[in-house]
């Protein structure tokens, strides 16, 4: 069979002549059929070629051709479905970041305290008086003022009336090895310290943020009178939750070497008076 099919194609431009015998009927009953092997070619690859295009078509235009591709488009739907949650959990990320840096800029940008709003008038008496005298002389002295009084006569104290008392120690001992450069975005110093070294607030206030980054560790944010924020940043852990009220030399944390931006235990101070950042250098004492 192979040499004959050699044949027909070595002899595609001459003319063949196919004879058929029936071997019932003898030579008598013989079929004589003539052809040009180029044109039997020409039929057989225009014929290959038709089936092609018709397969083509139908694994295109009817559902046959999801038994080729029905893999393929599920992990590609699979692998859109997942971007689309990685972006909508982005979205979320991103609109919560917004919200928390709005706060944050409401409250520097007012100018006072936003945190507290007293709806009673202050009633005084004398055995009031007594009590927030001697709650000063306790906090002077070191103890804490929670010991003494409650948090509301806090509140309707004279606490949140007067100005903050300026300049004030550092909130830990330690070593100022970056100072206040707002060129490069240092709007704070730092000041190494060891891990766990407890610091304090520079005067008194509330909290009004409180929160762990990837960056800073855990930060926190106090705000005084007279439209100024002490924060307080790259804590290892924090003793004060939002709303806390706080006087001035109690203890907000402790030092650690916290987040990706630190290169060492330290801590790192911002004041921002009125939405503007200021050299805390100019609010403590020199040592």
């Given amino acids: 069979m192979l040499d004959f099919l050699k044949q027909i194609f070595n002899s595609k431009e001459s003319d063949l002549t196919f004879v058929l015998f029936d071997d019932d009927e003898g ?9 040009k092997p180029k044109k039997l070619w020409q039929l057989y690859f225009t014929s290959l070629f038709l089936m092609v295009v018709i397969a083509l078509l139908l694994f295109m235009f009817t559902p046959l051709g999801n038994l080729i591709y029905n893999q393929e488009d599920q992990e590609l739907r699979e692998s859109v479905i997942e ?4 972006v909508e959990a982005l ?7 917004d919200m928390q840096l709005a706060e944050i800029q409401e409250i520097m940008a007012a100018g006072k305290d936003t945190t507290f709003r007293v709806g009673m008038q202050l009633q005084k008496s004398n055995s009031t008086v ?7 002389q306790n906090v002077a002295s070191g103890v ?4 003494m009084i409650s948090k509301n006569e806090i509140i309707f104290s004279s606490l949140f009336k007067r100005a903050p008392d300026f300049p004030a120690f550092y909130p830990v001992n330690g070593t100022l090895t970056r100072g206040y450069n707002p060129g490069n975005g240092h709007y704070g110093i730092d000041i190494a310290t060891k891990n766990n070294i407890p610091f304090k607030a520079l005067a008194d206030g509330a909290v009004i943020n409180q929160d ?3 960056n800073y560790g855990y930060v ?4 005084h009178n007279d439209g100024i924020i002490s924060i307080y940043k790259h804590a290892s852990s924090v003793s004060k939750n939002i709303g806390d009220v706080i006087l001035k030399g109690e203890i907000l944390g402790t030092v650690g070497d916290v987040g990706i931006l630190s290169s060492g235990p330290h801590l790192h101070l911002e004041i921002w008076k009125n939405g ?3 050299n805390p250098n100019s609010y403590l004492i020199k040592s």
């Fill in 276 to 278: 503007v950042p200021q």
């Fill in 220 to 223: 926190i944010q106090v705000q």
């Fill in 144 to 147: 804490n003022a929670y010991e």
């Fill in 130 to 136: 007594a009590e927030q005298s001697n709650s000063e």
């Fill in 83 to 86: 971007i689309s949650q990685k």
């Fill in 212 to 214: 762990w980054t990837a």
């Fill in 27 to 35: 030579p008598a009953s013989s079929n004589t059929y003539k052809f």
């Fill in 91 to 97: 979205r979320d990320s991103l609109h919560a970041r």
